[in-house]
């Protein structure tokens, strides 16, 4: 349904490739901005998004949908980690699955 990524090269390189094969415009959002995620619920409800960030974000973002503290920052050089998150509710109904790919 969307893909949004921070607004670093990086980031952005890494979800162009999936963009381009949706037909799909990568969108900007703010890493750690409550409002942004908040927004993609609404705007996307339903759907499937993508999100690329950061060890430090990600970890959080899952963090704020969940309700809980359960996932820490992975290490700067840790590209391998991918978390799928399932809504149903923020704070309710969400599942997490950790997939280390390296």
């Known amino acids: 349904t969307a893909i949004y990524s921070s607004n670093y090269k990086r980031t952005r390189q890494?979800?162009?490739p999936l963009a381009r094969n949706k037909a799909l415009e990568v969108q900007t959002y703010v890493p750690n901005k409550d409002e942004d995620i908040d927004m993609m619920l609404t705007k996307h409800k339903g759907?499937?998004?993508?999100?690329?960030g950061h060890s430090n974000t990600i970890p959080q973002f899952a963090n704020y949908l969940l309700g809980e503290a359960k996932y820490h920052t992975?290490?700067?050089?840790d590209y391998g980690n991918?978390?799928?998150?399932?809504?149903v509710k923020k704070g309710e109904g969400v599942r997490v699955i950790w997939v280390k790919t390296d």
């Open 14 to 16: 890494t979800v162009e």
């Open 47 to 52: 759907g499937t998004v993508v999100v690329a």
């Open 74 to 77: 992975f290490e700067d050089g």
């Open 82 to 87: 991918i978390l799928i998150v399932s809504v």
